[in-house]
């Protein structure tokens, strides 16, 4: 089974750009489709982003065209761009994976990493 890892979230201003990242180990991540979900407090989390193992991208309506998503299979990473992001962007985003297509639905992931914490001021 595979383990997954995220970073590269912090504290940005509105209008700003944060990159994270989702380091696979124990398996590649080629084998893998994997999405990008989030979590603000008092809400349930959400679907952000999926990439296909063949490398398409699917984005949630709030986030198309600010954010892109892609994988580096040769390094066993997932990356996830942010840009202009806003304050409703804050929140704890995980990544997660499972061996068939992209899904919207976090029940349909096997395997999540801890969490990286996004906030965004305005």
């Known amino acids: 089974q595979v383990q997954l890892v995220e970073s590269g979230g912090g504290l940005v201003q509105a209008g700003g750009s944060l990159r994270l990242s989702c380091a696979a180990s124990?398996?590649?991540?080629?084998?893998?489709?994997v999405g990008w979900f989030r979590q603000a407090p008092g809400k349930e989390r959400e679907f952000v982003a999926g990439?296909?193992?063949?490398?398409?991208?699917v984005y949630a309506d709030s986030v198309n065209g600010r954010f892109t998503m892609s994988r580096d299979n040769t390094k066993n990473m997932v990356y996830l761009q942010m840009n202009s992001l806003k304050p409703e962007d804050t929140a704890d985003y995980y990544c997660?994976?499972?061996?068939?297509?992209?899904?919207?639905?976090?029940?349909?992931?096997?395997?999540w990493g801890q969490g990286t914490q996004v906030t965004v001021s305005s």
């Open positions: 990439i296909r193992r063949s490398g398409g991208t």
């Open positions: 997660a994976g499972r061996e068939w297509g992209i899904s919207s639905t976090s029940k349909d992931y096997d395997y």
């Open positions: 124990g398996r590649t991540i080629s084998s893998y489709a």
